[in-house]
């Protein structure tokens, strides 16, 4: 049930990116068509040198426009990827929880057939009722122990995932500091 409540989370965040860069493509841009860029730059060679700073100027900050838009792009998916792992070290942190109160439960349940036990070795009790219940109880404390090793084999897969987002979020990190 968490699963599909994680990949549901994760898909609805996916979508929102998607959705929110899907309304930037309806923007107009007039686009030069190629005829009428070598015509204008048949004319532009003509222009006398000391009339061109206006337009290498321009060009410039059309490149730097260009490079900030980059920029903010990797940005972007910086914090994306930040909030994902920020997901995920909850999702640890609640296998983590799980994990202390199966290992409580278990631990109480390891008390009980102690108890039982020594009951049994005193020759107190019941003889056949104390070992079905010691047998009981020795049932429930493998059922308990194998969702240990559920909730710690999620833990694990968890971890890894963290680790593998760590790694792109630090090769985002050097795309971003390059520029």
Do not use: W
């Not at 923007?27 to 030069?32: H, M, R």
């Not at 490149?63 to 909850?90: F, H, P, T």
């Amino acid at each position: 049930m968490k699963r599909f409540l994680f990949i549901t989370l994760t898909l609805l965040v996916v979508l929102a990116f998607a959705g929110g860069c899907s309304t930037m493509s309806k923007i107009q841009v007039p686009k030069l068509t190629k005829a009428s860029k070598e015509s204008d730059e048949g004319l532009y060679r003509k222009v006398p040198a000391s009339l061109r700073a206006d337009v290498k100027e321009a060009k410039y900050d059309l490149k730097r426009a260009k490079s900030n838009e980059s920029l903010a792009e990797k940005r972007l998916e910086l914090s994306a990827l930040k909030k994902e792992r920020e997901i995920l070290r909850n999702e640890y942190a609640k296998h983590n929880r799980q994990l202390a109160e199966v290992l409580v439960e278990k631990a109480s349940v390891g008390v009980e057939i102690k108890k039982l036990e020594a009951i049994d070795n005193s020759n107190l009790g019941d003889k056949a009722g104390n070992i079905k219940r010691i047998a009981s109880l020795k049932t429930k404390s493998l059922s308990i122990e194998s969702g240990a090793i559920e909730i710690k084999a999620d833990m694990d897969t968890t971890k890894l995932k963290i680790k593998e987002l760590t790694k792109k979020i630090i090769r985002q990190e050097k795309k971003i500091k390059k520029k």
